[in-house]
């Protein structure tokens, strides 16, 4: 039970139990449509919080060209109460495996998430540096065309109620 109160206030304070180094304590913003995402770099890794209203999947893509196709997908819900985070990889429009099922490594960390009545937040982290063909390098002051998505289910293979592209620098 303190584990578990200790994590909610990591969690909702955005505490860190490790150092970060003073240039990754810059934290982005961008909210669209409903959906909020925030990320900064710590340690070699980025940390991305997604929040959207809804309690089905939220999601962030990315990519350097404004095509689905080859795009980098950080699919996150909410399962039982537990946090639950898939790496994928857009082999086409609509058409995404995860990077699992691909045979590439999982990469994602740090999986955190709460859930309340129509609103869902996941905490996640991931390495800068790709690990496989499938992920995407992630360097601060890169460019990159961010899918932003939520659904009102759960099943990642539902459609999204809401879906934007925006142009970012990391």
Do not use: C
Not at 52 to 80: H, Q
Not at 90 to 102: D, R
């Amino acid at each position: 039970m303190i584990k578990t109160i200790v994590l909610l206030i990591t969690f909702l304070t955005g505490a860190s139990v490790t150092q970060p180094k003073s240039q990754d304590l810059k934290v982005k913003n961008i909210a669209k449509n409903g959906m909020n995402v925030s990320w900064h770099f710590e340690n070699e890794r980025i940390i991305f919080e997604l929040e959207a209203p809804t309690d089905g999947w939220l999601t962030i893509g990315f990519n350097t060209s404004s095509e689905m196709k080859g795009s980098y997908l950080l699919m996150g819900r909410m399962v039982n109460g537990q946090a639950e985070l898939v790496e994928h990889f857009t082999i086409s429009s609509g058409n995404y495996k995860s990077i699992e099922s691909l045979g590439g490594p999982v990469t994602v960390r740090d999986i955190e998430g709460i859930e309340s009545e129509n609103n869902t937040v996941v905490k996640f982290s991931v390495p800068i540096k790709p690990a496989g063909k499938y992920q995407r390098e992630l360097s601060i002051g890169k460019e990159y065309r961010m899918t932003m998505a939520f659904s009102r289910e759960d099943d990642f293979q539902h459609h999204s109620m809401m879906r934007t592209s925006v142009l970012i620098t990391l």
